[in-house]
């Protein structure tokens, strides 16, 4: 069983800087994937960042430059830091992970960008 668990989304201006945690049960290692999605009411979800072992991360257009994915493998944590926030990256974030061919998210932290 895989769990993860997110931190560290709250209320930020614009401008601002958050970073989110995901902290997993047990080593990140044995995941075949791992990335951040973001969902806005009503809308679809979107990938923020996703990391494959062994290659650089992907971001989204909407994110370079201004978000990082980042891990401490010690801690089983995956992180994401968001700087230069914008009121449009106003949305639930999710962290993901792919297991034996098994997707697992967890229950998502509320990141809101004031503007």
């Known amino acids: 069983q895989v769990q993860l668990v997110e931190s560290g989304g709250g209320l930020v201006q614009a401008g601002g800087s958050l970073r989110l945690s995901c902290a997993a049960s047990?080593?990140?290692?044995?995941?075949?994937?791992l990335g951040w999605y973001r969902r806005a009411p009503g809308q679809q979800r979107e990938s923020v960042a996703t990391?494959?072992?062994?290659?650089?991360?992907n971001y989204a257009d909407s994110v370079k430059g201004r978000f990082t994915s980042s891990s401490d493998n010690a801690k089983n944590t995956l992180y994401l830091q968001m700087n230069s926030l914008k009121p449009e990256d106003t949305q639930g974030y999710y962290c993901?992970?792919?297991?034996?061919?098994?997707?697992?998210w967890g229950q998502g932290t509320q990141v809101t960008v004031s503007s």
């Open positions: 990391i494959t072992w062994g290659a650089c991360a």
């Open positions: 993901h992970a792919l297991h034996t061919g098994t997707d697992y």
């Open positions: 047990g080593s990140i290692f044995r995941f075949n994937g």
